[in-house]
């Protein structure tokens, strides 16, 4: 399972931490989810960084079965396809009858209903939610520090709870066991916010 995987094995000090506490929490303070996107997109060479820091997550028992698509060209029809699989909720989601809207180039709208300005998009797919997810995180941290930022789509996700099959058949690559636990919209942000959003209490329970 782990053949020729020895070049990501990485020696290194364990008297030294490469990054400095203060400064990292900084950086999570500050992280913004961008929906503005510069018209640039991401290179093949800035995924497969990117990627790198997923390699090195913690997965359940060791699995390391985590995959992800970049959705770019193929972006727009799996956006339609998602929205025929979720439009079964379109009463309940007035943003997934916007969603309709805008496809059917109906309503005047300026901006994708959810992908904003984004044209790329990662998608995590494993038979653990949590894999998937912590995955997903330490790429997404890494694009920040990149110049890069996204936010995560709630929406897209309901395309598998609500019709794995279908996905499933979008995505003959992957492995139907596996679901896809997060979707998240990348790009070269082109706003850059002063502050973050309020913040309710954290509730920690010290027992
Ligand atoms: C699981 C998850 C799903 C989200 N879904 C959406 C979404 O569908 N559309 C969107 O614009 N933002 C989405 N967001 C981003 C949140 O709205 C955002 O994190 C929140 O408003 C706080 O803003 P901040 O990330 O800038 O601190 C999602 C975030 C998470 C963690």
Avoid at 14 to 22: D, F, L, Q
Avoid at 74 to 99: P, T
Avoid at 112 to 129: A, D
């Amino acid at each position: 399972m782990f053949e020729n995987q020895s070049e990501r094995v990485e020696d290194y000090n364990p008297r030294e931490i490469p990054i400095i506490s203060e400064e990292f929490l900084q950086f999570l303070k500050q992280r913004r989810s961008i929906r503005w996107f510069k018209n640039k997109k991401i290179d093949k060479e800035t995924f497969d960084k990117l990627f790198e820091a997923a390699y090195y997550s913690p997965s359940a028992q060791n699995a390391q079965d985590v995959e992800f698509v970049v959705l770019d060209e193929k972006l727009d029809d799996f956006m339609h396809l998602a929205y025929d699989i979720i439009k079964v909720e379109e009463d309940e989601f007035f943003r997934i009858k916007q969603f309709g809207e805008y496809l059917r180039g109906e309503g005047d709208y300026k901006n994708h209903p959810l992908l904003w300005e984004g044209s790329q998009m990662i998608l995590s797919f494993s038979k653990s939610p949590a894999n998937a997810i912590i995955a997903n995180t330490r790429l997404e941290l890494l694009a920040y520090t990149m110049g890069l930022g996204g936010f995560y789509s709630l929406f897209t996700l309901k395309a598998d709870e609500l019709g794995h099959d279908r996905l499933t058949e979008f995505f003959p690559e992957i492995d139907s066991d596996k679901h896809m636990y997060s979707a998240f919209i990348i790009g070269y942000p082109r706003v850059k916010y002063r502050r973050t959003v309020p913040h309710k209490k954290i509730n920690v329970h010290f027992k």
